[in-house]
């Protein structure tokens, strides 16, 4: 079931400046992102999924700096690299769509003269690769005539795959997809990310399906990684992550998705909040909302451990302790 | 190309709107002002002749000023037919000159004047705007930001006396007043074209430096959310160029400081009026203050109404101008 | 039961301005006839642009209805204004999408809670009352709420918060709209499960607004599915699920995210 | 159709359409208002041609000249030029009374002052050929008379023959030669049969005068001289050049350069700025005009006690207000009301006390007022009747600064006697209108008349009192004159003798000493400047020929008559105006030089990144 | 524990002072606010001296004629024999009168305006935005020119009031279209409909909610309408509209000028006034610049370097 990792991510560490100081989002984070497949990674406010996504994609801004850690994609340091050299890569090697589809257009160009910009970026004749703009906007179920059109003059709909179409133009080998639904209406979402997935279907194209919305996560994605306070909890596959979650997190969060069919009182309640990642806090992130938490999960923070199932990590001590208390 | 039919009839409407309240304004100012310039003229040639002046002669100078005593309704009903028909009346001061003629004079060169120096400012200090924002929290910034806060806080006409100091006094670069060198005769000739060119450098200099400072803060605070908004942060995604990048967000920050652009119309006529007495430019700002010195209405009145229909047709074109660079607005046409 | 709120044929048309003279209108209501019964959570579901949020606004009076009558307790209240409209308003309460902005951020979760009770003329100890209702949305212990900002505060907290000041009138009617969409998963069902413990205790009917229909199957007990500004289908939650008959319907049961299904 | 260019040219179209438009306009409007023939693109005419002489001068400064040369209108701008075109029958110098015969050869009054005959001259002709006679000289003064209700007591204008006009008045009236004899005299065939003429515009002035209007300009009028002049070998300037200037800095900045050699502007700074620059060349002559007048309103408690007034003039530090308010230019005043020039009208005893009142002397002024039982109390004067004197307000006209200082001034010498005085400083035309409506306790204003002789000076202030809140356009002072002095006023008028006249004026200065309905402050100095590098021939202090001012219509020509060109003129050493117009094509080649290469150099950096 | 509404004085006094301290803290925390703040504190301490300790009657003419610095006069005479040190002192109360006067009454108004406008019906917000309009886009000096000869003409003495309405008249236009466009942006979110639904009254929460909501637009409009204020004053002063015989900074220009210091080289009478403007107009441009900075997260800097510093220490302890 494991491809071998396109991109392996290690030790990273990121945080935002703020009136307080440095604060940490991300924290000693690991990930292999396999090739062919789609990973994606869950959380819910404060988990640092979106800053991951830009951390990856080095394109971070001030005041978010990203401390410590490689990020390697094919035998080469991301974070080494020289910006020129990484702007050479984007929309070619990665690519990424972002997670405010509403505005990521140029609210003052015809799409097509924004798709001879991506072209002009990187060297290649706009008139020359005109057939390639079509294709990728075909490829997206969007009309040829969208590329006479202004941004504002599309429904938002059509921007997400315009944006899509734009990211996927030079056929990229990674793309990092942030929350590309997020505001879009219930019927389009599905049809977006039904298409999104046929897509990667077809092309085989390696993608990092970042979203809060884990309902959508579990229909999509082939390997999951969740996050909680900036750390990885639990990182396996899709059935993996369904049928034998090994942290309370997970189990706890899946278990709180309302679903057609589901009674109220099965629905799991989650005590307390979502939370950032708290430096002072020596133990167990997640110890605030644990309902099985032992005396032992506050005095040390729990390592990031490889089950026996395969490429299924998990970062609980109690595991498997607690699934005894939780009725599956 | 689509025309923004509904967003110009729009437009147009706000101009009649506000034209018409200037054409109100401007009817009732100058009668707010006290005094009578027939009694202070009849009252010089009655001094300087001895007293042997009828009375009735200012009975008469009242009439051929054009100064009644009518109920002021029938003035203003008067004064708006006048209006429709073209008549902006008869100078006092320089009676029996028509105001329309005098407007012909002077008008031109102050709209010269404003039309240039704005364009010059706008350019220049969107461009310094542009640096300063894309070197945001740099010392090139820094020097950006203060050069045109100082500026923009510095008393405009004061400045204008210390470059003609400069300059003109001292520096015996550049003429001391005038439009164009008296030693050359008006008309379409290059030698008449660069003297006026070269006349006009010290006041478009002068109002170009006061008035940068706004345009460059205005685009530096333009361009910086522009610069973190998500289209820019997308096409850094996508690995464009810098140039591209800068290009995108550029055009992006100008549209807001377009309609600025309308705005400072009317205050650079405002810097224009005042610049025009200190390098003694013949436009419409000694004028007015002559106007007002002799209570000389229909001048007064001729100037204001059009230094205003001057800045509002400059509005229009500059918002007309907007609805053809905003494709949002142009969209509204569909 | 007996129908506590009703609308008859309500249609809103909207004038979009484009000039000074010419607009265009856009019909956002089509002749909606919807009813709600006492002690009842009722759903409206649709898709945006299906109109759900403008009845929710035409219920409370923000718009009025270019046609159609609303009848409250069998009175017709359409016309209703000043006084009476302000009484309608106590009696019916409507909870906002985005707890980030229905809360203002210059006051205190103290001062939401106060305003209402002061405007209605508490009779009873308004300090306590509002300890009361800051229990009553789960919030606890209400003193260290009361003198929160709601940037201090999370976005669950801040919908209970709201809550509470909705409740604060003691309205028979609350009006969700969509109130669970903008929380965290973990957090949702907090609320749903809230909304269903205020119906119980307190007998207030509620209209829950939504686009996801996993939370209607979860809390409603009835439905209305609204498509271009009509209804296109009404009737038991469990039935409508079960069986849409509408193509609509069902394209909305098929969009519901699952994360048992794979796309 | 790319659509991306096309948008681009719809904003290099507007942006050129509007730059096109105001260059076209700027070029448009000196072609609208120039009346020579041929429009914009017509070729230009050299109008100071280097061989021929040109005297620039400024009469003061004036937002822009105005095509109007109507004779009706002598003072209207450009003022001075009309004086140039239009000739009066005498020439007479209003600081001595000396009269030139112009026009006419002579005068000589009859039957006791009733009757004025003038005699004419012969072989003048107007610029358009028509000959000067007497039938134009009536018909100026019947047009005048008929359509301006002007010479209220000249009865009848009659032509005796050709070059002989009588004027019958109802009453003695010798005076009556300075008014006839100034009056500028129009050719009968341009004017004939035009009703209301001091309502047409006149771009083509025909007159007698030494010189013609060439071309107009706003900024710029050339005067050519009439070949046809009858004053043999005059003018002896080829060209006047009047050269628009719109403030009183630009004007004296070009003044110090020589670009200008003939002004009337004030000068904060004169000697530093002007003369400093080229004191063989740069001079200036401020002689003493009009008594600049403290008017007080004589129907209000205090200012209605001639005593008080009195008071008021000693308190008065005139040398003061010369050094501070007026840089030292206007020259402390007499007390009696009467030019400088015209002093040794007075007898000693009058002189004196004319003086003696002038100067600065609070304790002769306290000792006056306490000798009527005003008492001074902790800085504050109180009347006979024990009461406070009254707050009184001062005025004067904003945006005259020497006077606004003037008021600080003489409201801080006035606190020194008690008298509490508050200033104001509305606009002149507020502050004539309050004046003449009485609504006013004191002002700064000029209240004389003008004329050869000081009983022009007395006109202003006699008269009847108009009650206040009614216009009085002389005696705005409200001065209850004594009926010896409206006896000797009105005797004036028919003294033909010196004596006579002299026994009058004396008359009426002694009861205007003693009274003292107004005060003089400061003589108005008129505002002359003139450069003599290569014009000499200018009346000075040391030869104060004439009224030397150029807004002067009448004595301007005098003086532009007397002008000529200096043999050795030395060349100017300053930048001329050729030297100007090269810096400026360099300075404008630069610019643009410095713009191309920026833009090609910024295509460059584009290309490479 | 008591409630918030039933603080005790010295509770509020504490309260305004913390406030304050708070307050003062934002603006220490931007290095252009700060510095903006510092000047205009300078140069208003100068000014409240300047009431009490000018070294000799500013309007009296007490010495030579333009003399240069010396012992004696340290920014040496005017054209006329005053103290240039003395004026500059003494004038600077009044300009910043007039600057603060300007600006709060000219800001009171436009939030009238704008906010009524933003909370009136549709026809009432047209006209109220016609007539804003027609004031922005008459050129102010026109307008100044005309009110200031009727104020001359009045030639009652009433101080700085013309000066002041005549700016007030000319400036509050810019500042009423600004609180118009934020109160109809503020009044359309929900909280404020959650005011309307709970049955707030209109002018509740005008005066609860919308003021407090548009605070920082408020403070940046009243340095804006200051700036304007003092700007206008020495346009007032330099057209010869205002009141000459008063000693401001407008009028120490308006003199210097017309004696024309700048041909004479007298540079100590036209640059102090000159240079204390630009100083109290620059400290405007500041606070206003970095109080946007504060309000707009989007333009926010935080020193990395210390920030940085500071860290390592904490993590270290």
Redesign the interface.
């Known amino acids: 079931m494991s491809g071998n990792p396109v991109m392996k991510i290690r030790n990273l560490e990121v945080g935002y400046?703020?009136?307080n100081?440095?604060n940490i989002i991300i924290h000693d984070l690991n990930l292999d992102v396999n090739e062919g497949r789609i990973l994606g990674v869950a959380g819910e406010s404060g988990s640092g999924k979106s800053t991951l996504a830009q951390a990856i994609y080095r394109s971070l801004k001030?005041?978010g700096e990203i401390r410590s850690g490689e990020i390697i994609f094919r035998g080469k340091d991301l974070l080494k690299m020289e910006t020129q050299e990484l702007r050479k890569m984007r929309a070619i090697d990665i690519s990424f769509v972002p997670q405010a589809a509403m505005n990521a257009l140029n609210p003052v160009k015809k799409i097509l003269y924004q798709f001879y910009d991506v072209l002009i970026a990187h060297g290649k004749d706009p008139e020359e690769n005109m057939e390639r703009i079509r294709e990728s906007v075909r490829m997206v179920r969007l009309d040829e005539s969208i590329l006479y059109n202004f941004p504002h003059e599309l429904s938002g709909g059509m921007k997400q795959r315009t944006v899509i179409a734009m990211s996927l133009l030079l056929s990229p080998k990674l793309v990092i997809l942030d929350e590309p639904t997020t505001g879009l209406d219930v019927l389009v979402e599905h049809d977006i990310l039904k298409d999104i997935r046929e897509i990667q279907r077809k092309t085989n194209i390696t993608m990092i399906f970042i979203t809060h919305d884990l309902s959508i996560l579990y229909e999509m994605s082939d390997d999951i990684a969740m996050l909680y306070a900036g750390e990885i909890v639990e990182k396996g596959s899709h059935s993996q992550f369904l049928k034998n979650p090994m942290h309370p997190y997970t189990y706890l969060l899946t278990k709180s998705i309302p679903r057609i069919g589901v009674k109220r009182e099965n629905i799991v309640k989650l005590k307390g909040n979502p939370t950032n990642y708290d430096?002072s806090n020596r133990g167990c992130q997640f110890i605030t909302r644990c309902p099985y938490s032992e005396s032992f999960c506050s005095e040390s923070h729990p390592d990031l451990i490889e089950s026996d199932e395969d490429d299924h990590l998990y970062r609980c001590m109690n595991f498997p302790a607690w699934r005894k208390k939780a009725t599956i | 190309m689509k025309i923004p039919v509904r967003y110009i009839i729009n437009k147009i409407f706000?101009f009649i709107?506000?034209l018409f309240?200037?054409i109100t304004?401007n009817f009732v100012?100058?009668r707010?002002?006290?005094?009578n310039p027939a009694e202070t003229i009849y009252q010089d040639v009655v001094k300087a002749s001895g007293g042997a002046v009828n009375p009735v002669y200012l009975k008469q100078l009242e009439a051929e000023y054009g100064l009644s005593h009518a109920p002021l309704y029938v003035q203003y009903l008067t004064y708006l037919s006048d209006l429709f028909h073209g008549n902006l009346g008869v100078s006092i001061t320089y009676y029996p000159v028509p105001v329309s003629t005098i407007l012909a004079q002077a008008l031109p060169w102050t709209l010269f004047l404003v039309i240039t120096s704005i364009s010059i400012s706008f350019f220049i200090g969107n461009r310094m705007g542009r640096y300063g924002g894309i070197n945001r929290?740099t010392w090139k910034d820094l020097t950006v930001?203060i050069f045109s806060?100082?500026m923009?806080?510095?008393?405009a006409?004061?400045m204008a006396?210390?470059i003609?100091?400069i300059f003109a006094?001292n520096g015996k670069l550049f003429p001391l007043g005038g439009a164009y060198s008296s030693s050359i005769n008006a008309g379409f000739t290059i030698p008449f074209i660069i003297s006026v060119i070269y006349h006009a450098f010290l006041p478009v200099l002068t109002i170009v430096l006061t008035s940068l400072g706004g345009w460059t803060?205005g685009m530096r605070?333009n361009i910086?959310?522009n610069l973190?908004s998500d289209f820019i942060n997308y096409s850094e995604n996508l690995g464009m160029k810098s140039y591209q990048i800068k290009s995108i967000a550029y055009r992006n920050a100008i549209l807001p400081n377009l309609t600025g652009f309308s705005?400072s119309i009317?205050?650079s006529?405002?810097?224009v009026?005042?610049e025009e007495s200190i390098f003694s430019y013949p436009g419409v700002g000694m004028y007015?203050?002559t106007a007002?010195d002799n209570l000389d209405y229909p001048l007064?009145q001729g100037?204001?109404l059009m230094?205003?229909i001057a800045?509002?047709v400059g509005?229009f074109i500059v918002d007309l101008l907007y609805g053809f660079l905003d494709p949002r607005i142009r969209q509204e046409s569909g | 039961m007996s129908q506590i709120l009703r609308t008859e044929s309500i249609s809103k048309e909207f004038m979009v301005r484009k000039g000074l003279v010419t607009g265009n209108t856009i019909k956002a209501l089509n002749d909606v006839n919807i009813y709600l019964e006492e002690r009842e959570i009722l759903a409206l579901v649709g898709a945006s642009g299906s109109g759900k949020s403008t009845l929710a606004r035409i219920l409370?009076f923000?718009y009025r209805p270019t046609s159609g009558k609303i009848f409250f307790q069998d009175q017709d209240v359409t016309k209703y204004k000043g006084r009476k409209l302000?009484k309608y308003?106590?009696d019916v309460?409507?909870v906002?999408?985005?707890p980030y902005?229905?809360?203002?951020?210059?006051?205190?979760v103290?001062?939401h809670i106060?305003?209402?009770l002061i405007?209605?003329h508490y009779k009873g100890n308004v300090?306590e009352r509002i300890d009361e209702l800051l229990e009553m949305v789960r919030l606890n212990p209400p003193?260290y709420y009361?003198?929160k900002f709601p940037h201090q505060i999370s976005g669950g907290q801040r919908q209970r918060v709201?809550l509470a000041?909705?409740l604060?009138?003691e309205p028979k009617v609350l009006i969700a709209d969509e109130p669970v969409s903008m929380l965290d998963v973990s957090l949702r069902i907090e609320v749903l499960d809230l909304l269903s413990s205020i119906r119980e205790k307190l007998g207030v009917s509620i209209i829950y607004i939504t686009h996801d229909l996993n939370t209607v199957s979860v809390i409603s007990d009835r439905i209305y599915v609204l498509h271009d500004g009509k209804v296109v289908e009404s009737g038991r939650t469990q039935d409508v699920i079960a069986n849409p008959s509408d193509s609509y319907t069902r394209a909305l049961i098929e969009a519901a995210p699952d994360p048992y299904k794979r796309l | 159709m790319n659509i991306k260019d096309n948008k681009k040219i719809v904003v290099a179209i507007s942006a050129a359409v509007i730059m096109i438009l105001s260059s076209m306009m700027v070029l448009a409007a000196p072609a609208m208002s120039q009346n020579s023939s041929g429009g914009i693109f017509a070729n230009p005419q050299t109008a100071s041609n280097s061989n021929n002489t040109s005297l620039y001068l400024s009469p003061g400064p004036t937002p822009a000249f105005t095509d109007n040369f109507n004779p009706f209108n002598i003072w209207s701008t450009p003022a001075g030029i009309m004086g140039f075109i239009y000739e009066p029958l005498f020439q007479i110098n209003t600081y001595n009374g000396t009269v030139i015969p112009w026009l006419a050869t002579s005068y000589n009054f009859s039957h006791g002052g009733r009757n004025l005959t003038v005699y004419l001259r012969h072989n003048v002709t107007f610029s358009n050929g028509e000959q000067f006679n007497a039938s134009s000289v009536v018909f100026t003064f019947q047009t005048e008379k008929k359509d301006y209700d002007e010479w209220g007591t000249v009865k009848n204008i009659t032509a005796i023959n050709n070059y002989e006009v009588e004027f019958n008045f109802t009453q003695p009236q010798t005076q009556y030669l300075f008014y006839i004899g100034s009056t500028v005299i129009i050719p009968k065939n341009v004017w004939e049969g035009k009703s209301n003429p001091a309502n047409i515009q006149v771009t083509d002035p025909i007159g007698t005068g030494p010189y013609m209007i060439q071309s107009f300009s706003p900024q710029k009028i050339v005067l050519v001289k009439n070949p046809h002049y009858w004053q043999p070998g005059e003018p002896k300037i080829d060209h006047v050049v009047y050269v628009d200037y719109t403030s009183n800095?630009a004007l004296?900045?070009a003044l110090a350069e020589g670009k200008v050699e003939w002004a009337s502007v004030f000068?904060?700074?004169v000697t530093?700025?002007f003369t400093a620059n080229d004191p063989a060349h740069n001079h200036y002559w401020y002689p003493p005009g009009q008594p600049v007048t403290l008017l007080l309103n004589n129907l209000i408690y205090p200012l209605n006690i001639s005593y008080f007034r009195q008071a008021i003039s000693l308190a008065i530090n005139r040398t003061?207000i010369m050094n501070?308010g007026e840089y030292g230019y206007e020259r402390p005043a007499n007390a009696a009301n009467i030019l400088e020039q015209q002093m040794s009208y007075l007898n000693a005893s009058n002189a004196q006390m004319a003086n003696e009142l002038a100067q600065y002397n609070p304790q002769k002024a306290l000792q006056i007022l306490e000798a009527h039982g005003f008492t001074l109390k902790s800085g504050s004067l109180y009347g006979p009747n024990g009461q406070k004197v009254p707050t009184l307000n001062l005025?004067s006209v904003?945006?005259y600064?020497d006077w606004?200082?003037d008021i600080?001034?003489i409201a801080s010498e006035l606190s020194q006697i008690g008298i509490s005085v508050?200033?104001?400083?509305?606009?002149n035309s507020?502050l004539s209108g309050?004046v003449t409506d009485g609504n006013y306790t004191m002002a700064l204003y000029v209240d004389t008349g003008i004329g050869p002789n000081p009983w022009y000076d007395y006109s202003g202030i006699q008269g009847p009192v108009v009650p206040i809140g009614q216009n009085a356009y002389i005696n705005p002072e409200r001065w209850n004159a004594s009926a010896q002095f409206e006896k000797y006023f009105n005797n004036f008028p028919s003294a033909i003798t010196n004596s006579t006249q002299e026994a009058d004026i004396n008359g009426m200065a002694s009861i205007m000493l003693q009274q003292m309905p107004i005060i003089p402050v400061v003589y108005s100095a008129d505002w002359y400047e003139y450069v003599n590098t290569t014009i000499g021939g200018w009346p000075n202090a040391a030869h104060p020929y004439w009224i030397p001012m150029p807004w002067y219509p009448g004595p301007s020509e005098v003086v532009l008559l007397h002008l000529y060109v200096k043999s050795n003129a030395p060349s100017n050493s300053g930048l001329t105006n050729t030297d100007y117009d090269l810096i400026a094509a360099v300075i404008v080649v630069a610019i643009a030089a410095v713009a191309a290469v920026g833009w090609v150099r910024s295509k460059k950096m584009k290309q490479k990144e | 524990?008591g409630?918030?509404?039933h603080v005790s004085g010295l509770e509020k006094i504490v309260g305004i002072i913390r406030k304050t301290k708070s307050t003062l803290g934002i603006l220490f925390?931007n290095g252009k606010s700060a510095t903006g703040f510092i000047i205009l504190v300078s140069i208003s301490i100068f000014a409240i001296a300047g009431l009490f300790f000018a070294p000799y009657n500013p309007?009296a003419?007490m010495f030579r004629r333009s003399l240069p610095p010396n012992s004696v006069n340290i920014l040496g005479t005017t054209?006329?024999?005053q103290d240039v040190f003395s004026q500059l002192f003494a004038g600077a109360a009044p300009t910043l009168f007039i600057g603060f006067s300007v600006g709060i009454l000219g800001t009171l108004i436009s939030v009238f305006v704008g906010v009524l406008s933003g909370f009136a019906s549709k026809r009432v917000n047209d006209l109220i935005n016609?007539?804003v309009?027609?004031f922005?886009?008459?050129?102010?000096?026109?307008?100044i020119?005309?009110?200031g000869?009727?104020f001359?003409?009045?030639?009652?003495?009433l101080g700085y009031v013309p000066t002041i309405l005549i700016l007030i008249i000319t400036g509050w236009a810019?500042g009423a279209r600004t609180f118009r466009s934020v109160t109809l942006s503020v009044s359309k979110?929900?909280?404020?409909?959650?005011?309307?639904?709970?049955?707030?009254s209109k002018v509740s929460i005008i005066f609860?909610?919308i003021i407090?909501?548009i605070m920082p637009v408020i403070v940046s409009n009243f340095f804006f309408t200051a700036?304007y204020g003092v700007?206008g004053l020495?346009?007032v002063e330099?057209?010869?509209?205002g009141n000459?015989?008063q000693v401001n900074w407008g009028t120490m220009?308006y003199?210097a000028?017309?004696?024309?210091a700048?041909?004479?080289g007298q540079w100590w009478w036209?640059l102090p006034p000159?240079l204390m403007?630009?100083?109290?107009?620059?400290s405007?441009?500041?606070l206003n610049?970095g109080l946007?900075e504060i309000a707009?997260p989007?333009?926010r800097?935080?020193n990395?370097k210390n920030?940085?510093a500071?860290?390592v220490t904490?993590?270290q302890n």
């Open positions: 400046y703020s009136e100081g440095f001030y005041p430096p | 706000l709107v506000v309240g200037a304004l100012l100058p707010l002002i006290p005094g929290n930001d806060m100082f923009a806080s510095f008393p006409f004061v006396f210390i003609l100091d006094v803060l605070n910086i959310p973190n705005m009317g205050l006529m405002s810097g009026i005042i007015m203050i007002i007064m100037i204001f230094v205003i800045v509002l509005n | 409370v923000l302000k308003r106590s309460q409507m906002f999408q985005d902005a229905s809360l203002d951020p210059y006051h205190t103290d001062w106060r305003r209402p405007l209605s300090e003193s009361r003198e709201y000041r909705a604060a009138l | 800095s004296s900045l000068e904060p700074n530093q700025l003061a501070i005025m904003a945006g600064s606004d200082t600080t001034l508050t200033t104001t400083t509305p606009t507020v309050d | 524990m409630s918030i509404n925390q309007d003419y054209g006329y024999g016609s007539i309009n027609i922005l886009v008459v050129p102010g000096v026109l307008l020119m005309l009110f000869t009727y001359l003409g009045l030639k009652e003495n810019f979110r929900d909280y404020i409909l959650s005011s309307v639904l709970i049955g707030e609860r909610q407090k909501a700036m700007m020495t346009f330099y057209l010869g509209v000459l015989s220009l003199w000028i017309n004696d024309e700048y041909l004479t036209i000159s403007i630009s100083a109290l107009m620059f405007f441009i500041l610049f946007d707009n989007s333009l800097i935080y990395k920030r940085k500071k860290n904490d993590t």
